[in-house]
């Protein structure tokens, strides 16, 4: 990329700061509103539908990781988790809060909770 094509992009960047963050939040919003109609809509465990606490959760484990690796806040892991469902993946389920944690307490998927 030619230097002038750098300057003028971290120029634009700085610019418009809070419109880039703007269009990354709504993105990651039709991201995660296509997830959850995908995968059914509401909670596989409980049947709970209310969009703000739905999860997506990843069947075997290592959702963890798998968020690290794309960063969580990064609209790309959206996407990817979206690419992957439309191409038939089967990794991934919709659960409630509750449901999501209950799980992650029963499978010792979370090192910080002392299981008793």
């Not at 880039?20 to 993105?27: D, L, N, V």
């Not at 690419?83 to 999501?100: E, F, H, M, T, V």
Request: proline share 1%.
């Amino acid at each position: 990329m030619p230097s002038n094509t750098k300057k003028y992009t971290k120029e634009y960047k700085v610019k418009n700061r809070e419109k880039i963050r703007e269009w990354q939040r709504h993105h990651r919003w039709k991201c995660r509103q296509e997830l959850i109609q995908l995968l059914g809509g509401k909670c596989v465990s409980c049947g709970f539908s209310d969009w703000r606490a739905l999860q997506i959760d990843h069947i075997n484990g290592g959702g963890n990781a798998e968020k690290r690796k794309f960063n969580y806040w990064n609209e790309q892991y959206y996407r990817i988790i979206l690419r992957q469902i439309k191409l038939g993946s089967k990794d991934y389920q919709l659960l409630c809060a509750n449901c999501n944690w209950i799980k992650r307490y029963e499978n010792n998927e979370n090192a910080n909770i002392e299981k008793r």
